[in-house]
């Protein structure tokens, strides 16, 4: 396999350039790197990432994590990467200097992050999940936690998790019974989890969870919910370990991701399982949401370089694969010519396009939430620090759900490209498609994210991230009306900014009946509708920087490259775009279809 599962130019542009990294590198708490250090970084994992990471990406496909004789058995290459990504600096990148961080901003982090996922989206994880596990302790934790766990797990010797979903509760944390007794200073934990990412592996030196539980006593649902460090192993006064009672009772055996082990833990089997309380009682779910808005926008990211990937292979493939010919202006084919690159038949070129226009408008919103993210705690003014967390807010769902969903049509066009070899395993589309399915399940799924989109952040605070969003995309539009050939795709997207006020005036009427139900009934398919043209905005974005570097005379990359852009953000104007006017027509049909009634509709 070729390592062509990225366009690092493409990365950079749309880094340095479109969302302009700049910006938040002149802040101070940044103001030790500069473009070029940034460049330098990028460079180097894409470097790693050649050698530690894509080579072994295939084979851990073929060869599962799997459960035997009580342990969790991986491919030896994992633990060699959690070595090496806490010497690379990779789980401790977004941390203060002074705990053992790298202060580097998150722009930069999900770069680096993208371009391990699009290697190899078995591996990331493990490092990913020990990062937000460590930031937890961070905000929250007392200095003996701190100091405890924190420099382990930045340097890669420790793992770390978070342990949520139960059995019987799935993804409604208002019902998880785990218990935390108190016993002195610490507390008695009891009970089980299920589809804990990297929960347990073979040469795991220790796992640090953080795992939600109530306190006897505590009130129901989510209020009476709080937050432990449970080690797999406790740490001693003279710094050796000794088991905590955390069991690995089993290993999912999955479609995809098959690399990156997802296992079943029971804590306190025999009764002899420790947990210590992070910050106060019953604010566990609050402190958690902290790390899932970061995994949401990192599983978005492993979405989106999964795609990235897959969009990679099959234009590769189409490159080489000759098939057909070509129709003569006759409107007939030439037998006796020679048989034609698939990249030549026009559907084939469709499917690249999408492949293409979903991959890349999706890492342009990564970047750009990630710049909301790192100007929300680095802007100087605080109002500037409100108004890009707000947006940050709002996108959040968005960002997690269009490169999960839009995504899998992605690679699923991309094994459409290679035809029946697409669905053999000799070639890696097939991986690609099973491997990304997840990405709309992990950290709420798709309807979950579409209910906050909708129920929480559309209304939050009387609609005011709402108008800030609206105000960045009329901003946007005011800047590419500064070029003639633009300016009908300014018209196009300012119509669908129209169109979603109609669309929500519609659904508001319900919330304002009172009727909660049926205004959430189809936030899904609004979901849809919403990002599809918020990827339109980051589109005309791209278009417009790449129009300007044209204009300009830039030498920063071809003008092919800018050209290909353009032509990309044309294809997603008139093939993607639309398709929201016959979701605006679903959302506002006042028929409710969905809805629980007396009457019998499944058989």
Known sequence: MPNEYVDIETLKFLLFQVQNVKEVLDQERFSEYDEEAIEMFVDSVKDFADKEMFPFFKEMDEHPAHFKDGEIIVHPQINKYMKQAGEMGFVGAPFDYEIGGLQMPSMAVNASAFIQEAANNHMPG????????????????????????????????????????????????SDIVTTATPDGDAYKIHGQKIFISGGDYTGAENIVHLVLARIKGAPAGTKGISLFVVPKNRPKSDGSLESNDVTTVADFQKMGQKGYCTTHLFFGDKENCTGWLVGEPHQGLRYMFLMMNGARIAVGRGAAAIATAAYHASLNYAHERPQGRELQSSGKKDASTEQTLIVNHPDVRRMLLLQKAVSEGSLSLIFLCSKYHDLSISAADAEARERNNLLLEIL??????????????????????????????????????????????????????????????????????????????????????????????????????????QVLQSLMGYAMQGDYQRFLADATPFMEFFSTIVVAWQWLVIGTNAQQALVMGSKQYSDEFYESKLHTMKFYFKYELPKTQGLSEILMDKEALT?????????
């Open 595 to 603: 809805l629980n009634t007396d009457k019998k509709i499944f058989a």
């Open 396 to 501: 959040t769902p968005v960002v997690k759900t269009y490169p999960a969903e839009m995504g899998v049509t992605s690679v699923n066009n991309g094994v459409q490209v290679l035809g029946g070899y697409g669905f053999c395993s000799d070639y890696i589309l097939q991986q690609y498609l099973r491997d990304i399915r997840i990405s709309a399940i992990y950290e709420g799924t798709t309807g979950i994210q579409s209910q906050d989109l909708l129920g929480r952040k559309v209304t939050m605070e009387n609609g005011k991230a709402l108008m800030f969003l609206s105000e960045e995309i009329q901003r946007s539009i005011t800047g590419a009306m500064a070029y003639e050939s633009l300016v009908p795709y300014t018209k196009k997207l300012g119509a669908k900014l129209e169109l979603t006020q």
């Open 126 to 173: 493990y490092a990913g999940l020990t990062l937000g596990a460590a930031e937890l302790i961070i905000h929250f934790a007392n200095q003996h936690l701190n100091e405890t766990y924190v420099p382990k797990m930045i340097s890669g010797d420790w793992g770390g998790t978070m342990c949520l979903t139960e059995p019987q509760a799935g993804s409604s944390l």
